[in-house]
Structures are given as structure tokens and as C-alpha cells.
């Protein structure tokens, strides 16, 4: 994945946010083993330090940090392939905390807006979020809608970026030209017309 802003004021605002949630109410994803649960938080805070999605799903390919079997996509479950899983939570786990992190330094710098952006070619087309790609949001959006359409209870009306495990979206910082146009478009159209669905 492409990460346009992975500098270390960025991977300094993941941590903080990945922080706040280790010690609220963590997200572990199912299919990891008690070992993968256990050992995660501090396979994800050392990829937020110095890694990527890359380095992490390095990390999380053991066998041993997965459970024999997972959901199947297509129903019922199916045998889980450690590299395939490592790599797809890797992916998803580290665009959440780069999303959150960048949400969280834009807004701390005055910014409001983002514009999502495909970060890494699909497997296949669909990503529930294609219909967003290039579009420019308000930060709120993205930044209140952590996890949403999936945790703590699953809501699939719900938008977030990633959208799921698949998605290879992520957000940018706008640039001064975006603004102006946007700022243009807000005084004809209105703001509501950016909110995503719901």
C-alpha cells in the first residue's frame, strides 16, 4: 500500500490513537489464535513505529498466530492459509491506524477535508468504497466512523475507510487547489452533498 504522508509525525499520532483504544476497548480480530491475540498489540505498535502493512504481515505469518479455521467468504468455514490471513489483516489493521493517525494530525493542524484515494491495485474489482475513490470528505466522517462497519457490533450500512478486508483505499491531505474548488462547489451545492451515505 502507499502511504503518501508515512512520516513520523503521522506514525506519532497512530501510536497515541492506537493507544487510546488498547486501553479502552481493543479490537483483536477473530481469526487469530490466543497467541496471535496476545502477542498482536505489540506486533502492531512496533509496525506503527517503524514498519508498514508489509513488515506486519511478516510478523503475523507463524501458523502458530492463527486459528486452524476461519469464515469462509462464501459461507460456512473454510482452513485458514497463514500468509493469506497475515497479509490481509496486516493490510487492513495498518491503513486503520494510518487513517485514524492522519484524520487525527490534519484536524489537529486546521484542516477538515480529505480525499480518498486508491493506496494499492485490487486482487479484484469491488471494494465497497470504489464509489468514493477521489472524493473529497469532511475528516469527522472518516475519523468517527473508526471501525464502524464492523466493531464492536457489525453495521454494514455504515462507512469507514478501510471499508473492509479487501479495500486498498486510504486518505490524503488535500492540496490548495482541491480547497478552492471545494470551497467553490460548498457555496453552490451546499456541504451535505460530500456526507457519505448511511
Known amino acids: 500500500m502507499l502511504y503518501e504522508e508515512l512520516d513520523q509525525e503521522t506514525r506519532r499520532w497512530m501510536l497515541i490513537e492506537h493507544k487510546a483504544e488498547e486501553e479502552s476497548n481493543p479490537y483483536r480480530s477473530p481469526n487469530l489464535s490466543p ?22 504481515a511478516q510478523a503475523l505469518s507463524p ?9 469462509s467468504p462464501l459461507g460456512g468455514i473454510r482452513r485458514t492459509e497463514p500468509e493469506r490471513a497475515a497479509k490481509t489483516l496486516a493490510r487492513m489493521e495498518f491503513n486503520t491506524w494510518y487513517v485514524r493517525g492522519l484524520c487525527r494530525r490534519l484536524t489537529e493542524e486546521g ?13 479484484a474489482p469491488g471494494d465497497t468504497c470504489d ?48 480547497k478552492a474548488m471545494i470551497e467553490l462547489e460548498e457555496r453552490q451545492f451546499g ?6 451515505g448511511p
Open 191 to 196: 456541504a451535505a452533498f460530500r456526507r457519505p
Open 131 to 178: 464509489a468514493y475513490e477521489n472524493m473529497f470528505l469532511e475528516i469527522r466522517f472518516l475519523y468517527n466512523g473508526h471501525r464502524i462497519k464492523y466493531w464492536p457490533v457489525r453495521n454494514d450500512r455504515a462507512f469507514s475507510v478501510p471499508c473492509g478486508p479487501q479495500c486498498r483505499h486510504s486518505v490524503r491531505r488535500i492540496s490548495s487547489s482541491a
Open 35 to 56: 497467541l496471535g491475540k496476545e502477542r498482536f498489540q505489540v506486533l502492531m505498535e512496533e509496525a506503527l513505529s517503524a514498519g508498514n502493512d508489509v513488515t506486519l
Open 111 to 123: 484542516e477538515t477535508m480529505v480525499q480518498i484515494y486508491r493506496a494499492e491495485a485490487a486482487d
Open 63 to 71: 501458523k502458530e498466530m492463527w486459528a486452524e479455521y476461519e469464515p
